[in-house]
Nanobody, 126 residues
Framework: QVQLVEPGGALVQAGGSLRLSCAAS????????RGWFRQAPGKEREFVAA????????YYKYSVKDRFTISRGNAKNTVYLQMNTLKPEDTAIYYC???????????????????WGQGTQVTVSS
C-alpha cells in the first residue's frame, strides 16, 4: 500500500514563496510519475504540475509554469512543488498524486493517478 504524506500548508502573503513536499512510503516509488493538483472552494480539482521519468520530463498548468517548479528529492520518493510569486488565486488545497504508468497526454487528468495525498491548505493573502 502506497501512502503519500504532505506536511501542513501555510498562510503566505501575495508575492511570497512556499515549497510543498510530498513523501511516498510503502513501496519503491522512485520511478513513478508524480503530480500536484489543487482544489479551490467551489471549484473542481485542477492540474498544477507533473514530473515523470525520474525528473526528466515536467508538465505545468499554463498559469503557473513561470512561477512553480516541480522536482524530485535526492531520495526520489519525495517530490516538491516550489511556488514563487504567489497570488491570491493560488489559494486552494494542494494534493500530491502518484501514477504507476502515466501517459504524457494524460498527465493533467486526475483519473491518471493511482495514489493521492490527504491534501494541504495553502492560503495566499492579498
Amino acid at each position: 500500500q502506497v501512502q503519500l504524506v504532505e506536511p501542513g500548508g501555510a498562510l503566505v502573503q501575495a508575492g511570497g514563496s512556499l515549497r510543498l513536499s510530498c513523501a511516498a512510503s510503502g513501496r519503491t516509488f522512485s520511478s513513478y510519475a508524480r503530480g500536484w493538483f489543487r482544489q479551490a472552494p467551489g471549484k473542481e480539482r485542477e492540474f498544477v504540475a507533473a514530473i515523470i521519468q525520474n525528473g526528466g520530463i515536467t508538465y505545468y498548468k499554463y498559469s503557473v509554469k513561470d512561477r512553480f517548479t516541480i522536482s524530485r528529492g535526492n531520495a526520489k520518493n519525495t517530490v516538491y512543488l516550489q511556488m514563487n510569486t504567489l497570488k491570491p488565486e493560488d489559494t486552494a488545497i494542494y494534493y500530491c498524486a502518484g501514477s504507476l504508468l502515466l501517459r504524457s497526454n494524460k498527465a493533467a487528468e486526475p483519473t491518471s493517478y493511482d495514489f493521492w495525498g490527504q491534501g494541504t491548505q495553502v492560503t495566499v493573502s492579498s
